[in-house]
């Protein structure tokens, strides 16, 4: 075991001083990363102080100002070069991680007298994820998922980091979110350490939860929190915001686990990524529910992993959200896409639940988000969904044995009766093979 760096030393003794339950969860990378004081931080010192010449940027200039090509900067006239091709913070952008969190104050009323970070720019919310894992995550730790999950879950904190899964069903018998499930799995971990991840709405069947259900969620956690075991909840909030049923909570369950209990540290991972509508842009954002004196180290520790591995988000994606956040007409232009998605939802619900196709499947509870999910009665999810693809053009997502995941977020309304018509022609056609 390598000797640990002075000041990784004093980043742990804070964070142990302020917060003993979050330096309990931190990994034994975690313990070890830090932010050296080199490059950055000089080059951040003549930003402010060298008035005559700064020669220390790695950048090339030309005429005062920031050297570039033409043909690439005629494709975003409007932006400054500094928001186009300079680098963004190690953490982002200033004013988009105040923006954002603004933006989450607003969304969330439970946040209103809750402690709330200034969030973090990743590169995607794969990326936060993976910060997360290795800043809490050692081989061996016990991560509580539900059976119906985004693959790419098992790829970073699994393959990569080695957490040993627990999982439990995600609905019960009457197609809600099986909170006793969650609840026992939990009481069933002896561990003395647990990382928790849930995600409403849920990806890939669009539930979402009501109050009830989120404040038993709550109670769970709080419950395995008593008995002594230290908690790290990730929310993952990918799809915020796209709720489509008045029945449902219509936040995060974020805000009802900050300051829940001293041994609960909750941090909500969501992104540009579907709730601006900007997927490529790979802008994601992490914030966690815990006070500045222990943020202000952790925010060092999750700059040593970011300046050792990204480096930082890309600068003019940040600039590109930041802008439009503050332009004209975005709240009416959000609204307008909402309600797109809103009527495709609803099409796709009362589609999918008409009566000709309940012999061929069921549809789990669908609220909110990207997706619905088809529970097929007799048919292999992987057979259907080849023939869909192979014979009929039409893309979907096979999950399991039964599971059959349609993204109708993607599908033109006047398409979603057509592509059901296929799908239960494609499932008739293999039940009788």
Same mark, same amino acid.
Not at 94 to 104: A, N, V
Not at 325 to 346: C, S
């Given at each position: 075991m390598q000797d640990l760096n002075p000041i990784a030393i004093e980043l742990n003794e804070r964070i142990r001083t302020s917060a003993p339950s979050v330096f309990t969860l931190l990994s034994e990378l975690g313990k070890r990363i830090y932010l050296p004081k080199g490059i950055l931080s000089q080059t951040a010192e003549a930003n402010i102080k060298a008035h005559r010449f700064n020669a220390t940027r790695a950048i090339a200039s030309e005429d005062g100002d920031m050297m570039h090509l033409a043909v690439s900067r005629e494709l975003v006239p409007e932006l400054t070069l500094e928001g186009v091709y300079g680098y963004a913070p190690v953490l982002g952008?200033?004013?988009?991680?105040?923006?954002?969190?603004?933006?989450?104050?607003?969304?969330?009323? %439970?946040?209103?007298?809750?402690?709330? %970070?200034?969030?973090?720019?990743?590169?995607?919310?794969?990326?936060g994820f993976s910060l997360i894992a290795e800043l809490f995550v050692d081989s061996g730790d016990t991560l509580v998922l539900p059976d119906m999950i985004w693959g790419n879950y098992r790829l970073i904190f699994q393959t990569k980091a080695e957490a040993a899964i627990q999982t439990y069903p995600f609905f019960n018998a009457a197609n809600e979110f099986n909170t006793s499930g969650f609840r026992e799995t939990l009481t069933n971990a002896t561990d003395e350490k647990l990382l928790v991840l849930l995600n409403f709405p849920h990806n890939p069947t669009? #539930?979402?939860?009501?109050?009830?259900?989120?404040?038993?969620?709550?109670?769970?956690?709080?419950?395995?929190?008593?008995?002594?075991?230290?908690?790290?909840?990730?929310?993952?909030?990918?799809?915020?915001?796209?709720?489509?049923?008045?029945?449902?909570?219509?936040?995060?369950?974020?805000?009802?686990?900050?300051?829940?209990?001293?041994?609960?540290?909750?941090?909500?991972?969501?992104?540009?990524?579907? $709730?601006? #509508?900007?997927?490529?842009?790979?802008?994601?954002?992490?914030?966690?529910?815990?006070?500045?004196?222990?943020?202000?180290?952790?925010?060092? +520790?999750?700059?040593?992993?970011?300046?050792?591995?990204?480096?930082?988000? %890309?600068?003019?994606?940040?600039?590109?959200?930041?802008?439009?956040?503050?332009?004209?007409?975005?709240?009416?232009? +959000?609204?307008?896409?909402?309600?797109?998605? +809103?009527?495709?939802?609803?099409?796709?619900?009362?589609?999918?639940?008409?009566?000709? #196709?309940?012999?061929?499947?069921?549809?789990?509870?669908?609220?909110?988000?990207?997706?619905?999910?088809?529970?097929?009665?007799?048919?292999?999810? $992987?057979?259907?969904?080849?023939?869909?693809?192979?014979?009929?053009?039409?893309?979907?997502?096979?999950?399991?044995?039964?599971?059959?995941?349609?993204?109708?977020?993607?599908?033109?309304?006047s398409d979603i009766e057509m592509v059901f018509a296929v799908i239960a022609q494609v499932i008739e056609m293999v039940n009788s093979s």
């Open positions: 952008q200033p004013e988009l991680r105040e923006t954002w969190k603004t933006h989450l104050l607003e969304e969330n009323p %439970s946040l209103a007298e809750a402690t709330l %970070s200034l969030p973090i720019v990743t590169s995607g919310m794969t990326h669009g #539930y979402a939860i009501n109050r009830t259900e989120a404040q038993q969620i709550v109670d769970a956690i709080v419950a395995r929190a008593d008995a002594g075991c230290h908690i790290l909840v990730m929310i993952d909030d990918a799809y915020a915001g796209l709720w489509y049923d008045a029945s449902v909570m219509h936040e995060s369950l974020f805000g009802m686990l900050v300051g829940c209990h001293p041994n609960v540290v909750p941090v909500k991972i969501d992104g540009a990524t579907k $709730e601006e #509508y900007a997927w490529g842009l790979r802008v994601a954002f992490m914030s966690f529910g815990i006070e500045e004196a222990t943020m202000q180290p952790l925010e060092q +520790k999750l700059s040593g992993l970011i300046r050792a591995d990204t480096s930082g988000a %890309s600068q003019v994606s940040q600039t590109l959200i930041l802008e439009a956040m503050k332009a004209r007409g975005y709240a009416e232009q +959000k609204q307008r896409n909402y309600e797109i998605l +809103k009527e495709r939802a609803l099409k796709a619900k009362k589609v999918a639940s008409d009566s000709r #196709y309940a012999k061929l499947w069921e549809v789990y509870p669908s609220h909110a988000g990207y997706f619905m999910c088809l529970n097929l009665k007799s048919a292999s999810a $992987e057979l259907a969904r080849q023939h869909l693809l192979d014979e009929h053009g039409l893309g979907t997502i096979a999950l399991g044995e039964t599971g059959l995941r349609v993204a109708y977020s993607c599908l033109e309304e």
